[in-house]
């Protein structure tokens, strides 16, 4: 297959772009002297997912067990369930493991630790648990300095579990967009999870595994003295976001939604296109940073970036293309039906989601089939 040959919409992948990405990450982790294990939860696809493991990743992080069943049926057997464990999803947990996956789940509460420790002990099995440190008011997890981290240690050793470590993910760097902010957080959250580390350590427990990651931090980090590895997931195609966070140009975003001019309002300046937000979908994350870029940024069909103009609205299956500022009441000429365009994503992760498979653009201009994994 190539361009010429697809349906519209369909998602792109840049395969040298995506390559250039990889590589840039895990050289950097290669030098920083950590491990790296990618989340997988940007991709959810084998192909993209292989290219990673063989630049140098060890192990792979998931958001949900199905995406665990599916890479493990694929052969990949280290893996962290990276989301506080819910005592009912411990059955397909338990399913994994059994089953010969090095599954790791995650807890953050007494409430959680207790549940694990019950239902492991009831089937036998020493689950390893990392416990979640909350290193920037984010989300989720202990502050290091809380006795409920010792307490939830304490309660998952003394019921047979294993310990294996500290993670932390430090989500509030999508929030800045200089390189000393983000500098500045990568080190908030490299000191606070090893600090986490450091008094399990004291109290006697073991502590192998100090993790942490995000993509903006792991490419501002001036050092990861205690880490022992490092997740990130959205570096590999990257999108809008990051580009406003300061981590990477429009050039270098790797997704894009291939769509097709269907018609126009002249008066208003619009093409219509035909990928609405079941395409794109509804993720407005620039809407909240220093340029927000409505639901996508427009490019030729070539990639070339357009930077005027934006996926201004969007609607099921319609998205309405348009300039910044004035109208632009010559656009039926500029994109006349059958035109068409790319759209860079504001959300990788989201916008990958709306479609069932990737189509892989290589240099050479030839397109193969990626199929993505869905599900919980």
């Keep these: 297959m190539n361009l010429e040959s697809l349906n519209t919409p369909a998602a792109l992948i840049d395969i040298a772009r995506m390559n250039r990405n990889i590589e840039r990450m895990q050289q950097r982790m290669n030098t920083l002297g950590v491990g790296f294990r990618p989340h997988v939860k940007t991709s959810k696809c084998v192909q993209v997912v292989q290219a990673q493991i063989d630049a140098g990743a060890r192990g792979i992080t998931v958001s949900t067990l199905k995406e665990a069943e599916q890479f493990f049926a694929c052969g990949i057997r280290d893996i962290v369930y990276a989301v506080g464990m819910a005592p009912n999803k411990l059955p397909q947990a338990l399913a994994l493991r059994r089953q010969g996956c090095d599954l790791k789940i995650v807890a953050d509460s007494v409430a959680c630790a207790e549940a694990i ?6 089937h036998e099995e020493p689950f390893e648990v990392w416990i979640e440190v909350d290193v920037d008011g984010h989300r989720s997890g202990i502050e290091p300095e809380d006795d409920t981290l010792l307490a939830v240690a304490t309660t998952l050793v003394d019921g047979g579990m294993q310990l294996g470590g500290v993670l932390a993910h430090a989500g509030s760097s999508y929030d800045y967009d200089t390189h000393e902010d983000l ?18 350590r004291a109290a006697g427990l073991r502590c192998d595994v100090v993790s942490i990651g995000s993509t903006p931090t792991a490419l501002a980090a001036e050092h990861l003295e205690g880490v022992t590895e490092v997740r990130a997931g959205v570096y590999v195609m990257l999108d809008l976001v990051m580009h406003n966070v300061g981590v990477n140009d429009t050039s270098e975003i790797a997704l894009s939604v291939l769509t097709t001019v269907i018609g126009h309002q002249k008066e208003k300046g619009w093409a219509i296109v035909d990928a609405g937000w079941m395409a794109m979908s509804r993720d407005r994350g620039t809407q909240r940073q220093k340029r927000d870029f409505g639901y996508g940024l427009v490019c030729l069909e070539n990639g070339e970036v357009l930077s005027e103009y934006l996926m201004s609205g969007a609607n099921q299956e319609h998205g309405i293309v348009s300039r910044s500022g004035a109208p632009d009441h010559e656009i039926e000429q500029r994109f006349p039906i059958g035109t068409r365009l790319r759209i860079l994503p504001n959300h990788a992760c989201a916008t990958g989601a709306q479609h069932p498979a990737y189509q892989a653009v ?12 869905y599900g919980w």
């Design 117 to 122: 420790v019950v239902f492991g002990r009831a």
């Design 362 to 373: 290589s240099p050479d201009g030839s397109v193969a089939t990626w199929p993505r994994f």
């Design 183 to 200: 500098v500045r957080i990568a080190e908030q959250e490299r000191s606070r999870c090893v600090h986490a580390a450091e008094r399990l």
